[in-house]
């Protein structure tokens, strides 16, 4: 049975449920390791931020089964913004039901709305899983690499 949901987004009210599945996410990935406070103030700001969107799905009794965070940079290779999509999400009992394609057109909605003229993210090389469901939906691989540095 299909459960109920709409696509919105998230207020700070959300942020406990989100944390949730933020834990949930980065206990998979080998790059980063779950912080609740570090989350929380990560997800503060991107509410307060005005160039960022963070989306989720909710039931009617406001139950979030997935999100994800959409944020616009400037590609200089485009000369236009483009959008980083991260914190895909779903719960675990709920996935293949479509929320998560539901999340990313959400995702890709505002990046349009915004002027953006391309969304990428990155994926866990690990999360099989997340590799095909990224490739059912046509995004493509590209030649690039992520690399980070951390300041602190």
Known sequence: CKIMYH???ATVADIPSMTEL???????EKDFTPDPHKQQHGLQ????????SLIVAKTEDQQILGM?????VVSTAQGTYAVWIED???????RKQG???A??????????QQGASRAQLLVDTQNTP???FYEKLNWRLTQLQARHFFLN
């Open 7 to 9: 696509i919105t987004t």
């Open 22 to 28: 933020l834990h949930q996410l980065f206990s998979i």
């Open 45 to 52: 700001l991107l509410l307060d931020n005005p160039f960022t």
């Open 68 to 72: 994800c965070s959409v944020q616009r």
């Open 88 to 94: 895909v999400v779903v719960r675990e009992k709920f």
């Open 99 to 101: 929320i998560a394609t």
């Open 103 to 112: 999340l990313l057109q959400a995702a890709l909605t505002w990046a349009k």
């Open 130 to 132: 997340a590799l095909q």
